[in-house]
């Protein structure tokens, strides 16, 4: 009933940007925190970036000051805008929104993931 789709990546030289994008679709009641996470080759899953509903981002060490992550409520859409990318940040990129849904059934809660997007920084 909740889909999101993510989109924006692709290949970008070392020091240029892209900017993903993530589309929440479904029967949502309201959308809580909101986040970016992303996997590399041979690596557990980290997390990126993430926006609540209202409040403070938080970032990854590793990706403060170069990425910035913000929202369109009224769009159910989550970015990620990436700047002075670096060859470390290829990975797949997922986002992830904890939400409240309803069916048939009810309304509840629970954690959506997309189905990534790959970001590869090469020369």
């Known amino acids: 009933q909740v889909q999101l789709v993510e989109s924006g990546g692709g290949l970008v030289q070392p020091g240029g940007s892209l900017r993903l994008s993530c589309a929440a679709s479904g029967t949502i009641f309201s959308i809580n925190a909101m986040g970016w996470y992303r996997q590399a080759p041979g690596k557990e899953r980290e997390l990126v970036a993430t926006?609540?509903?209202?409040?403070?981002?938080t970032y990854a060490d590793s990706v403060k000051g170069r990425f910035t992550i913000s929202r369109d409520n009224a769009k159910n859409t989550l970015y990620l805008q990436m700047n002075s990318l670096k060859p470390e940040d290829t990975a797949v990129y997922y986002c992830n929104a904890d939400l409240r849904y309803c069916s048939g059934y009810g309304c509840y809660r629970d954690h959506f993931w997309g189905q990534g997007t790959q970001v590869t920084v090469s020369s």
């Open positions: 926006i609540p509903s209202g409040g403070s981002t």
